[in-house]
């Protein structure tokens, strides 16, 4: 290699020294390697980071005492940069100096030291080596069977580590049975990420320790809408009935993920002072959370419930409805001769007006089930008199089912299907299906019309 190379590395400024090194660790040039080891003590971190990289392409032994040094540069990166090197080297010399970095303060350091370590065939010698060995590696759950040791371990993790190891840290700790575990659990509810927090809830799920229910019932006020949801498991577990109140206040929440796990608690717990609250939703604009409330209803057994839920057999969503069905049904299969079922009745004949189809057919057979004639009503809407024909047949019930599935390739192949059909009953489902919020779906609906025309 020319003197003017090393003079440049001598008095070149940074961004030249720089791009001769990057240049000589591109070369393959066996009389790279001195320079590159001369870079390794230059004043710039950057160049000396390139230079102990670079060094990686030519497997030189004269590079390894070197590197060692660097090991104790005072830049994380030129100390990782130098593991790493120095492990796919392969040269054991560089082992008990590699050792050291697992205890470096930096956790990307002590990771590239361990995989270094790895590849040198390095085997910890005692439990203390094996536990750095672990730590670095990131495998926390292995630390689970070393005994208190190992907890002690996870807590100081907990405690000082970055947020993943803490996440795993806490995950880790959920599995042993130690009486630090609950004050561990106590303070991750405090870390300001919400994956370690959402897992400190996890963990006290499963303990149900009531102790816990007034740290757990902090979180329904989270700003995460996540850990709010977390919190609700939690409080259900931990709390049992006392929770009812603050789980009641969950359903109003703004995330609709969290109202439908409350709804889902309050239906498990089974106390029916949450009837009233329950009530007051169930006609939630999310689908999810109306089908989770009316469950709930039916869970409580509470008659209150079944004016409400004859209304909720008139939904537009066909899940709901079924469920309202289900949880009148469990409330009192006689639920149709009851007094508060007949109350209803002013909203169930509205919803023969309805402008979708399936509204006015469950309406119209609602009225039949109360005994009530449908073609006497004035202002019959013309979807129910299509209902009640006769002459659709039972291919045609199913694609017209179908055009309304949660599942939008088969609403898609349900309006087709319709479309080849040429039924003359399926106009009206047809056009309510032309709203579809997917456009394909939209324009097959649309196609199927212009076929039955």
């Keep these: 290699m020319s003197w003017w190379t090393y003079q440049q590395l001598r008095i070149g400024g940074p961004k030249t020294r720089l791009a001769i090194v990057e240049k000589l660790s591109l070369e393959y040039d066996d009389e790279s390697v001195g320079p590159l080891i001369f870079a390794l003590k230059d004043k710039d971190p950057d160049v000396r980071c390139t230079a102990a990289r670079g060094l990686l392409r030519y497997y030189d032994p004269k590079a390894v005492d070197p590197l060692i040094i660097i090991l104790r540069d005072q830049v994380p990166l030129a100390r990782a940069a130098a593991a790493e090197t120095l492990g796919r080297l392969g040269d054991a010399k560089a082992t008990p100096h590699l050792v050291l970095l697992l ?80 004050p561990a659990m106590r303070e991750a509810l405090k870390k300001n990420v919400d994956a370690v927090r959402m897992a400190a809830l996890g963990v006290m799920e499963q303990m149900a320790d009531p102790q816990t229910f007034p740290d757990v019932e902090r979180l329904l006020r989270d700003e995460s809408a996540a850990v709010r949801g977390a919190a609700v498991e939690a409080a259900t577990m931990c709390g049992g009935r006392s929770a009812v109140p603050s789980l009641l206040k969950c359903l109003k929440d703004p995330s609709w993920e969290v109202r439908k796990s409350a709804a889902e608690s309050l239906g498990v717990l089974g106390d029916s002072s949450a009837v009233e609250g329950l009530c007051q939703i169930i006609q939630d604009p999310d689908r999810d959370v109306r089908e989770s409330v009316i469950v709930a209803l039916g869970e409580l057994g509470d008659p209150r419930a079944i004016q409400l839920l ?22 009192n299969r006689r639920w149709d001769e009851t007094e508060l079922a007949h109350r209803a009745l002013p909203k169930v004949k509205a919803a023969l007006k309805h402008n979708d189809y399936w509204v006015c057919q469950a309406a119209a057979k609602l009225l039949e089930q109360f005994r009530i004639d449908v073609k006497s009503l004035q202002g019959e809407a013309p979807a129910v008199k299509l209902a009640m024909k006769s002459g659709p047949s039972p291919v045609y019930a199913l694609f017209a089912d179908l055009l309304f599935d949660r599942d939008r390739d088969l609403r898609l192949a349900a309006a087709v299907s319709l479309g080849r059909l040429r039924e003359k009953a399926a106009t009206a489902i047809l056009s309510t299906a032309s709203r579809d919020p997917d456009y394909s779906v939209r324009q097959a609906a649309l196609s199927a019309l212009t076929a039955l025309e």
């Design 103 to 182: 205890r470096d303060v930096d956790p990307v350091v002590r990771g590239i030291a361990v995989r270094s370590l790895n590849r040198l065939g390095w085997k910890p010698a005692s439990d203390p080596d094996r536990v750095l060995q672990i730590l670095a590696m990131g495998n926390l759950q292995e630390l689970v069977g070393m005994g208190p040791e190992g907890v002690g371990h996870l807590l100081e993790t907990l405690r000082n580590g970055t947020p993943n190891k803490q996440f795993a840290a806490v995950k880790a700790l959920g599995q042993v049975s130690d009486s630090r575990v609950l």
């Design 310 to 331: 004859v209304v909720s057999l008139l939904d537009t969503e066909n899940t709901v409805r079924n469920a309202a069905s289900a949880a009148l049904y469990k409330i």
